[in-house]
């Protein structure tokens, strides 16, 4: 999910296999893990005080069937991605929502079991760690970060940020830049190719433009290139994810709204890796989200 701000209440859906399920099984072998609030108690003062606190992480089949409830507790997991072996769920979490956004300093990096069980910490600081995903072997872990080190202070203070995207071992260990974004810069939305040699997708916006462009890079933050710019009809580009032979782009780009009374409209696009043969997937006038894994 790209980095917007000033947003509420989000559902975010991802796609994984059981361990040990090869690509090719039926779809009905695929699980959907989510985050919802459903269990929440709409009508308590609390609920209306701290919304995000009941929103917790789910598993159910493709079929809807099956839903199974993974976390309990009182924080908010957010952008959750299981790991290629079905074993684990690296995520972005917030140990103390009330009506925080997407980009409210707190937000860390933490994996736990399937199951919801051993939540680790992987990141520990005062300002953005988000939006996580897993490499092919689930080894490496790359998610953004805020490199100008935002307090909440720094944020009243006007002090801009500069949102970079680093890489990290699946235990924590080993925290690497790969970009070095100036003031007002952002790099996000970056994840893994399926197939070795390993590339990054990712987006790139300057001076908080919310006009994103959708590059590429070498998993060690090398050869970096653009695969597509924004224009006129795709105002911003968000959400890059391979298939999984390697050779196609799926994302959501923000579109002209049209006079679409200022709402914004959001679809699904598919591109070739090498940026030839561009594809419109939806014809939605709303917000369309793609899902991955």
Not at 82 to 106: F, L, M, N
Not at 170 to 180: C, E, P, Q, W, Y
């Amino acid at each position: 999910m790209a980095l917007r701000f000033g947003l509420g209440l989000i559902l975010i859906v991802t796609l994984t296999l059981p361990t040990g399920v090869p690509s090719s099984k039926p779809e009905a072998e695929f699980k959907i893990i989510y985050e919802s609030a459903r269990d929440a108690p709409f009508g308590a003062p609390d609920f209306q005080a701290n919304p995000q606190r009941y929103i917790e992480l789910y598993i159910k089949s493709m079929d809807g069937s099956g839903v199974r409830r993974v976390t309990y507790n009182s924080y908010w997991e957010h952008q959750a991605d299981v790991s290629p072996d079905g074993k684990r769920i690296v995520c972005s979490i917030h140990y103390s929502p009330g009506r925080v956004g997407e980009t409210d300093p707190g937000w860390e990096i933490a994996v736990m079991e399937i199951d919801g069980s051993n939540l680790t910490r992987l990141t520990d600081n005062d300002y953005l760690d988000i939006g996580a995903h897993w490499n092919h072997d689930g080894t490496k872990i790359v998610y953004v970060s805020d490199s100008a080190h935002r307090t909440p202070e720094d944020i009243a203070n006007n002090v801009l940020p500069q949102y970079d995207i680093y890489i990290m071992n699946a235990d924590g260990s080993g925290k690497r830049r790969l970009t070095f974004a100036k003031p007002g810069e952002i790099y996000a939305d970056p994840s893994f190719s399926f197939t070795e040699p390993s590339r990054i997708l990712y987006v790139h916006s300057e001076g908080l433009s919310s006009n994103f462009d959708l590059y590429m890079m070498d998993a060690d933050g090398s050869n970096k290139r653009l695969i597509l710019k924004h224009n006129d009809e795709l105002l911003a580009i968000n959400d890059p994810m391979f298939s999984p032979d390697g050779e196609r782009i799926i994302f959501e780009a923000r579109l002209d709204d049209g006079g679409n009374h200022g709402i914004p409209v959001y679809n699904i696009f598919s591109i070739r890796a090498d940026g030839s043969d561009l594809r419109r997937i939806t014809q939605d006038d709303g917000e369309s989200g793609a899902m991955s894994r």
